[in-house]
């Protein structure tokens, strides 16, 4: 029996809490340049957008089962890649995170993780995209094999060589070290945003930049401090 033949049985009782995950969760995406590890905000293992001495490091804890993580890339993100990540202002992370559905998190991340490291970020905003269709299918015999196999070859992987992997100890160990480091850092859900090193109070973009704009220098937009005086 595979993982994702164990995962389709009980992915019926999974969606009945789909809607409970919504809320606990809380452009292209292809890279132009990728950062490297700084020993100080960032891992030799993350997985890094942006120029390398960039004066701003964003990390997210996301799950690729949360819907509110989704919601974010594909509403937020592409603005916030727009106007920090290619203009060299932000180092942006992505760190793995078994939040709302951990079992099919944990499928769709160790595929990501599988993955040849170029092709990361593109799996990633695949499984955001498709993430309503997988819980779609999720709910019909078979299907979520079929979805994450579909997944997997869009990622370069064969469907033999996907399996492998869902088994592979090394990959498991390094999705455990991404997950206990945002345990550590006091990741309670997802999307989990930190700005050199300080947790944010939430995760829109007027929030991040409230951390983000000093960090550069900049000033705070004048609307945003009213907003802040009258919370």
Not at 190 to 201: L, Q
Request: glycine fraction near 8%; proline fraction near 6%; include cysteine.
């Amino acid at each position: 029996m595979t993982p994702i033949d164990s995962l389709s049985r009980r992915f019926v009782l999974l969606m009945a809490g789909a809607a409970l995950a919504l809320s606990a969760c809380g452009g292209s995406d292809t890279p132009t340049s990728t950062g490297e590890a700084d020993g100080k905000y960032t891992i030799a293992d993350d997985y890094i957008l942006g120029k390398a001495d960039a004066p701003v490091t964003v990390v997210e804890y996301a799950s690729v089962a949360c819907p509110g993580c989704a919601a974010w890339h594909q509403l937020i993100y592409p603005e916030f890649k727009t106007k920090y990540i290619d203009t060299g202002k932000v180092k942006y992370v992505f760190r793995p995170f078994p939040a709302a559905s951990p079992e099919i998190a944990t499928t769709g991340h160790k595929l990501a993780l599988c993955a040849d490291r170029d092709k990361f970020f593109k799996n990633i905003k695949l499984q955001f995209d498709r993430q309503s269709q997988i819980y779609e299918m999720g709910s019909k015999p078979g299907g979520l094999r079929q979805a994450y196999v579909s997944l997997a070859k869009s990622s370069g992987l064969s469907e033999e060589e996907f399996f492998a992997c869902l088994s592979n100890p090394e990959v498991a160990a390094r999705y455990d070290a991404f997950t206990q480091l945002g345990i550590d850092q006091g990741v309670g859900g997802t999307p989990s945003f930190f700005v050199n090193g300080k947790k944010t109070s939430g995760s829109d973009l007027e929030t991040l930049e409230k951390l983000i704009l000093p960090a550069l220098g900049e000033p705070i937009p004048e609307a945003a401090l009213e907003d802040e005086k009258t919370e």
